[in-house]
């Protein structure tokens, strides 16, 4: 730890930093949930006088956003510590600061890392321009995380969030290399937190231990953040929540689910598309939700629901409250309520105890489902979950690997028919950008830069125009496709 105080040389810094707008870099690892936080944090940073920039080498103070879901994330987090604290041996003023789920997870021990001199939780990110005021100005280590993670946030901490959330969560117009904000919030759309943290337990997940108890948040504010939004120019929102269907807040004698929130928000003028992840597969507010997504138009027809497993034995042992019947029942019942719905799923492969016949059972469930796509991930004990700290961890990584191929494959075939049934059909798309790599493989423009967009039902779509496109509605004809993209024309 540096020492409580500051000398003269480092006040002259402080000045100088001050008066020449410091430089601040946001390097952002995992979910939609820390895409939001960045924003978020960046967007505050701004407001106070900070310039935002793409490159390391120009900042004076680098932020992390880190993820704890799966140790392979924090392992990439830890790369970069190393890489910084490289770069700390030359320019010893630059300031580093690590936020988010890892940050809470190893709070005092990631202090701990020479190149850090601030570990702040994701509850306390509305502290985060104060601190690093104050590191700049006093060159002291900076530890802000909640101490007991599964006690309710006092009301304090509570309307702090709230402040924070509503005041910079409707600042920007999320337009790519405007607002150089990070991938995923660009071309006329925003994240809005509906909910925070999560009380299931899911018997394998981290996120209850670092995010806290799960908490509704008031309709009211999500409503109007969304008005604002639509005033700056967002035209698409996705509502976030880790069971995002199980929103329930009570005002009065109301209590707002889900739905009801679509509904509200389907009402606000410029708001084009709304999207809602992650569902959690329960049938508590299903039939609301389905119901306002077969009767408003900007509700997207898109489902991402996982289902982790196809075994009930092993959705048992992960603490999954429902069994393989019931989830694709739930499905059936989607699609008889939205004829062109688009489900996309999660599946964790290797968890403790899935024999083969387990394996073979998801493999079984995911031909069943006929998802758009999946998101596969091998089991990583997470340090403090149920799993973890009662079962071994007994599935060779090889085997893991193998089942995640095997299941991609799986996936591929499907995806790859469902994209061939846009051959020659026109779709709506909203753009994001330039595709971030060229298409080589695209019929079109082989070897350019490209644009990328989304349908509704968040089909990735890729075609030729101009930039001044992002964040606009457009119609493409699909010439060709492959299991994951869209190739068309613009009409
Ligand atoms: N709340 C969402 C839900 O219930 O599905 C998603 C939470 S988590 C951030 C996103 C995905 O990571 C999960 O759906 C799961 O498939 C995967 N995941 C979570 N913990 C994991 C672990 N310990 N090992 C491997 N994958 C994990
Ligand atoms: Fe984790 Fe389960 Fe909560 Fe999703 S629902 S965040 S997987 S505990």
Redesign the pocket.
């Given at each position: 730890m540096r020492g409580m105080s500051f000398d003269f040389s480092s006040q002259v810094l402080y000045i100088y930093l001050i008066m020449s707008y410091p430089s601040v870099h946001i390097k952002s690892f995992g979910c939609q949930m820390n895409k939001l936080d960045t924003a978020l944090v960046s967007s505050a940073l701004k407001s106070v006088g900070f310039n935002i920039t793409e490159s390391v080498k120009e900042a004076d103070v680098v932020l992390i956003n880190t993820c704890s879901v799966r140790e392979h994330a924090e392992q990439r987090v830890f790369s970069h510590l190393g890489h910084l604290k490289h770069i700390k041996e030359t320019r010893p003023d630059l300031i580093v600061v690590v936020f988010g789920c890892m940050a809470q997870r190893l709070g005092a021990n990631l202090l701990g890392h020479e190149a850090v001199d601030i570990v702040c939780g994701p509850a306390q990110i509305p502290q985060i321009t104060e601190l690093v005021k104050k590191a700049i100005k006093e060159k002291q280590k900076q530890l802000v995380i909640t101490e007991k993670i599964r006690q309710k946030t006092n009301d304090y901490q509570t309307d702090a969030l709230e402040k924070f959330e509503s005041t910079y969560g409707s600042k920007d117009k999320h337009i790519p290399g405007q607002a150089r904000l990070p991938r995923g919030l660009s071309g006329g759309q925003a994240f809005v937190r509906v909910m925070r943290g999560?009380n299931?337990?899911?018997s394998y997940?981290i996120?209850?231990f670092v995010r806290g108890p799960e908490v509704s948040r008031p309709p009211a504010a999500i409503i109007g953040q969304i008005k604002k939004l639509a005033e700056a120019g967002v035209k698409q929102v996705t509502l976030l929540g880790?069971?995002v269907n199980a929103y329930k807040y009570t005002a009065g004698e109301k209590t707002y689910c889900l739905a009801d929130l679509l509904e509200m928000a389907s009402d606000i003028n410029g708001i084009e598309w709304l999207r809602f992840v992650?569902n959690?597969p329960s049938e508590e507010f299903f039939g609301e939700i389905l119901q306002v997504m077969a009767d408003s138009p900007k509700v997207c027809n898109y489902l991402h629901i996982?289902a982790q497993s196809g075994s009930d034995k092993i959705l048992h042992a992960m603490n999954r409250h429902y069994t393989a019947k019931q989830y694709l029942e739930l499905l059936d019942k989607a699609r008889a309520a939205v004829a062109d719905i688009a489900i996309a799923g999660d599946f964790i492969v290797g968890f403790p105890g899935e024999i083969e016949e387990d394996f073979q059972a998801t493999v079984e469930l995911v031909r069943k489902a006929r998802y758009k796509n999946c998101f596969i991930f091998k089991y990583s004990p997470r340090p403090g979950t149920t799993a973890d700290k009662g079962l071994k961890d007994d599935v060779p990584i090889e085997v893991k690997k193998g089942r995640n191929t095997e299941l991609l494959a799986e996936q591929e075939t499907i995806s790859g028919q469902l994209s061939r049934d846009f051959l020659g059909k026109e779709v709506k798309v909203l753009v994001e950008g330039p595709s971030k790599k060229p298409h080589l493989n695209s019929a079109v423009g082989e070897g350019r830069l490209q644009l990328v967009g989304r349908t509704a039902t968040d089909y990735i779509v890729v075609f030729n125009g101009p930039t001044s496109l992002a964040g606009e509605f457009v119609r493409v004809k699909i010439i060709k496709t492959s299991p994951l993209t869209l190739f068309g024309e613009l009409m």
């Amino acid at each position: 730890m540096r020492g409580m105080s500051f000398d003269f040389s480092s006040q002259v810094l402080y000045i100088y930093l001050i008066m020449s707008y410091p430089s601040v870099h946001i390097k952002s690892f995992g979910c939609q949930m820390n895409k939001l936080d960045t924003a978020l944090v960046s967007s505050a940073l701004k407001s106070v006088g900070f310039n935002i920039t793409e490159s390391v080498k120009e900042a004076d103070v680098v932020l992390i956003n880190t993820c704890s879901v799966r140790e392979h994330a924090e392992q990439r987090v830890f790369s970069h510590l190393g890489h910084l604290k490289h770069i700390k041996e030359t320019r010893p003023d630059l300031i580093v600061v690590v936020f988010g789920c890892m940050a809470q997870r190893l709070g005092a021990n990631l202090l701990g890392h020479e190149a850090v001199d601030i570990v702040c939780g994701p509850a306390q990110i509305p502290q985060i321009t104060e601190l690093v005021k104050k590191a700049i100005k006093e060159k002291q280590k900076q530890l802000v995380i909640t101490e007991k993670i599964r006690q309710k946030t006092n009301d304090y901490q509570t309307d702090a969030l709230e402040k924070f959330e509503s005041t910079y969560g409707s600042k920007d117009k999320h337009i790519p290399g405007q607002a150089r904000l990070p991938r995923g919030l660009s071309g006329g759309q925003a994240f809005v937190r509906v909910m925070r943290g999560c009380n299931n337990f899911c018997s394998y997940c981290i996120v209850p231990f670092v995010r806290g108890p799960e908490v509704s948040r008031p309709p009211a504010a999500i409503i109007g953040q969304i008005k604002k939004l639509a005033e700056a120019g967002v035209k698409q929102v996705t509502l976030l929540g880790q069971r995002v269907n199980a929103y329930k807040y009570t005002a009065g004698e109301k209590t707002y689910c889900l739905a009801d929130l679509l509904e509200m928000a389907s009402d606000i003028n410029g708001i084009e598309w709304l999207r809602f992840v992650t569902n959690y597969p329960s049938e508590e507010f299903f039939g609301e939700i389905l119901q306002v997504m077969a009767d408003s138009p900007k509700v997207c027809n898109y489902l991402h629901i996982p289902a982790q497993s196809g075994s009930d034995k092993i959705l048992h042992a992960m603490n999954r409250h429902y069994t393989a019947k019931q989830y694709l029942e739930l499905l059936d019942k989607a699609r008889a309520a939205v004829a062109d719905i688009a489900i996309a799923g999660d599946f964790i492969v290797g968890f403790p105890g899935e024999i083969e016949e387990d394996f073979q059972a998801t493999v079984e469930l995911v031909r069943k489902a006929r998802y758009k796509n999946c998101f596969i991930f091998k089991y990583s004990p997470r340090p403090g979950t149920t799993a973890d700290k009662g079962l071994k961890d007994d599935v060779p990584i090889e085997v893991k690997k193998g089942r995640n191929t095997e299941l991609l494959a799986e996936q591929e075939t499907i995806s790859g028919q469902l994209s061939r049934d846009f051959l020659g059909k026109e779709v709506k798309v909203l753009v994001e950008g330039p595709s971030k790599k060229p298409h080589l493989n695209s019929a079109v423009g082989e070897g350019r830069l490209q644009l990328v967009g989304r349908t509704a039902t968040d089909y990735i779509v890729v075609f030729n125009g101009p930039t001044s496109l992002a964040g606009e509605f457009v119609r493409v004809k699909i010439i060709k496709t492959s299991p994951l993209t869209l190739f068309g024309e613009l009409m």
